[in-house]
Structure formats: structure tokens, C-alpha cells
């Protein structure tokens, strides 16, 4: 699930080979706290789900127009400096807002439906950022994670590892709430078959009509990764997509398609159609751990998830404009 944009919030401290030598922070999802003492690769207090809850406070609050430098009696504010970034790199700046705004859904959602990982999770979760982070401390050549932090990072190190931590609950949060959500939408588990030419359309077609399995047929002719595994892809959910309409208007055990799309052709086998599972935390709880071992959250399941959470909450990005005096698009 690393892959879906709720990344940790580790340096990269490869490249750091002095004080001046500053790496830039690489995002991160959210939660909580635990004391790992230098060079120790266990949690000595872990967070409780409580602290974990919210990200790491800043060090007051921080004006508009807060000073970043001052240069030959001139100063650089905040918002020249995220302007600059924004001319420079405008796709990371979106990428990182992105991250921060999906950060505080997933924990909006979570505490819509009321989900709460035990301590144990949260512990174990803790754990691993910390142990990636002591990792990558040591190949920057240094055995003391705070040390580091401080001497050559220039960081409050307690500041930044409450961050961490917080990385590491948000992706527990972030687990259980996209998978709550595919488990309470109607859906279809399916297989498909990706074809790139015509000739391999009537190939499957052909297989098909003499009787050959699905999943024979993904493994020979489609193009889609899914055909190692016979074709078989995350849900699709019910929605105004061309493939989701195919899915519903399928029965199951049988074969819908070819459906062109983009100059390539689709076939979907229903396997079996779900109705919504919905419920307190209490009843889906079990219910979703039991499928994240199963089958742990893909791509297409968190684009899905994705997409709705941002119809259900509000989102406002306009400060970022009027904050380096660009205009919002209702003055474009």
C-alpha cells in the first residue's frame, strides 16, 4: 500500500554527507509517538492511539507571511519561497499537498466509522518506521538517530520522530479505511483479459468458445499484469465507469466484452458479485483485519476509495494560491 501516495515521512539522509548537506523530507502519512533511545531498535513508549491521533504540533503558530531568511538586509518570506518551489517544480507541490490533504481525510474517516487498530498494531507499525529510519541513519555513517537528527539535520529530533510515528498510524488508518469502504459498496470480483490487437480478441474469443478457461486464456493473451494470477484483479465497484457497467451487466460465471477502450480491448469473467457490508467498527472490525491478510490493499482499491473521499469532504486549496498571490480558478 506504499504506493498509493501515503509514503513515510523519512529523509533522505542518503545523500547527507555534512551539516550544510541537507536532505530534503520525502513525505508521510500520519500517526503517533514512541521513544526509541539512540542506536536501539526496539519502541521504548510507544504511542497511545490517543497522542497518535494528530500530527506533531508545530512550535507555535506560524503568521501568513513568516519569515524563512533574511539576505543582504532583505527578507524571504514563506510565500516566496513555496512560489519559487511552485514555479520550479509546480507537479511536487501538488503532489505534497495532495499528501497532506489525503493525511487529514484519512483521519476524518477514521474517526467517522470509528475505527481503532489495537495498541499492538500501532506498536508493531511504530516499530518498522523506526527500524527503516535506523536504517537509514546508519548508511548516512551514523549509528545515533538523534544525534543525527540534531547535529546534522538541523532538527528537533523529538519534534521529527513524533512525526514519524504518526506516519505509522495514519497507514494503519489509512489500511482499514479504504478497505471499509470496498467492503461497503456493491461489487463485482472479477478476472479480466487485456488484448492489444484484434488478432488476440479473436484469439480469446475463439478459447472461449470452445470451452477454455478464463484464467488459461488471461495467462496466454492478456497484456495486463493480472494475467500471472489468471486475470484476477481488485473488486470494481459500482460506478459510472465503462468498466464498472460491464461488470454489473455481467452474470456471474459469465464472460463480458470485448469492451474497446483506448485502442485495446477488455474482457471481464464475473467471479462473484458482493452486496455492501456495512457496520460499527466493532462488527467490520475483525472483518477487515481478516481481508488485509488475505489480501493486502492494492492500487485501484485506493483510487476508488480515493475518489470518493474527495466528493464526501470538503476541500479547499485556495489559501495556498492567495498565500503566493496566485488566483483561484473563480478568478481565472
Partial sequence: ???????????GVQGCAGPGNRARPVRAPSPEPGTVAPGEETVQAPPSLEQAASPAPAQG?????????????????ASDLILAWMQRDSMAVRRTMDELILDRIVVAEAARLGVYPSQDQVDAAVRRVRT????????????????????RMGLDPKRYLRAVDHSALTDLL?????????LGEERCEVALILCADRE??????????????????????????????????PAILRN???????????DPGEVGGPLAQSGRWLFVQVIHRREPQKGPWSQMGPLVERTLGEDPISDPEYWQWKEAMLKLYEVDTSPLLELVGEPSRGEE
Fill in 1 to 11: 500500500m506504499k504506493a498509493w501516495a501515503l509514503a513515510l515521512v523519512l529523509f
Fill in 61 to 77: 503558530s506560524t503568521p501568513v507571511a513568516s519569515l524563512v531568511a533574511r539576505v543582504a538586509g532583505a527578507e524571504v518570506s
Fill in 132 to 151: 527503516s529510519l535506523e536504517e537509514e541513519v546508519r548508511r548516512a555513517g551514523s549509528t545515533n538517530v538523534e544525534e543525527f537528527l540534531s547535529q
Fill in 174 to 182: 489509512a489500511e482499514r479505511c479504504v478497505r471499509s469502504y470496498t
Fill in 200 to 233: 488476440s480478441v479473436d484469439l480469446v474469443q475463439a478459447g472461449l468458445a470452445r470451452g477454455e478457461a478464463f484464467g488459461d486464456l488471461a495467462k496466454a493473451h492478456s497484456q495486463d499484469p493480472s494475467s500471472v494470477d489468471g486475470g484476477h484483479v
Fill in 240 to 250: 459510472n465507469s465503462a468498466l464498472s457497467r460491464l461488470a454489473f451487466h455481467t
